[in-house]
T-cell receptor, first 116, second 113 residues
Framework: AQTVTQSQPEMSVQEAETVTLSCTYDTSENNYYLFWYKQPPSRQMILVIRQEAYKQQNATENRFSVNFQKAAKSFSLKISDSQLGDTAMYFCAFILTGAGSYQLTFGKGTKLSVIP | EPEVTQTPSHQVTQMGQEVILRCVPISNHLYFYWYRQILGQKVEFLVSFYNNEISEKSEIFDDQFSVERPDGSNFTLKIRSTKLEDSAMYFC???????????FGPGTRLTVL
């Protein structure tokens, strides 16, 4: 079974600063994707960024980037130039790939507060 | 941009009653999911649906739960006899193919009294 661990229940960052959220995962499989989802107070789940395990290059999406360390099974999210709208719960998630309708496995989340 | 929609946004029901939560996945998507999130906890997988049948389900998805795709657009989750512990946010998600990203709907908040 796959597990996802987010060791930081809460974090805060000053507006315009950079913050890094941690995520580790455990799997014996080799083919998978990793995601960060954002959940603002509205509680909608919004995709932030995705990383395919077979890609060595770290994914980036505007102010969001990841540090994917496959050997260490680590997948951290860096948010640059933090904005007030970044205040949300952030969930790290894992999914196996290949033929099938695989489920997402989520971590417990990190609550990020951006302070003006 | 197409998106997953869910209705109602909030459902309040009495314990023991049946509820049906509705989802309209993105139109060309083939894989459908239900997840739930109890307040303050992580998102948990309930069931996946492909080719008009359940492909995977979790331990949470017991005989009180069922899913259906009654027509070409809707995907429903039925809870036959609700319990207090069914109170949660229920998310529908869909994706095009087996290796694609799942896109989530806005959720239905279910409150069982």
């Amino acid at each position: 079974a796959q597990t996802v661990t987010q060791s930081q229940p809460e974090m805060s960052v000053q507006e315009a600063e950079t913050v890094t959220l941690s995520c580790t995962y455990d799997t014996s499989e080799n083919n998978y994707y990793l995601f960060w989802y954002k959940q603002p107070p509205s509680r909608q789940m919004i995709l932030v960024i995705r990383q395919e395990a077979y890609k060595q290059q770290n994914a980036t999406e505007n102010r969001f980037s990841v540090n994917f360390q496959k050997a260490a099974k680590s997948f951290s999210l860096k948010i640059s130039d933090s904005q007030l709208g970044d205040t949300a719960m952030y969930f790290c998630a894992f999914i196996l790939t290949g033929a099938g309708s695989y489920q997402l496995t989520f971590g417990k989340g990190t609550k990020l507060s951006v302070i003006p | 941009e197409p998106e997953v929609t869910q209705t109602p946004s909030h459902q309040v029901t009495q314990m023991g009653q049946e509820v049906i939560l509705r989802c309209v996945p993105i139109s060309n998507h083939l894989y459908f999911y239900w997840y739930r999130q109890i307040l303050g906890q992580k998102v948990e997988f309930l069931v996946s649906f492909y080719n008009n049948e359940i492909s995977e389900k979790s331990e949470i998805f017991d005989d009180q739960f069922s899913v259906e795709r009654p027509d070409g657009s809707n995907f429903t989750l039925k809870i036959r006899s609700t319990k207090l512990e069914d109170s949660a946010m229920y998310f529908c998600a869909s994706k095009i193919g087996s290796t694609d990203t799942q896109y989530f709907g806005p959720g239905t908040r279910l409150t069982v009294l």
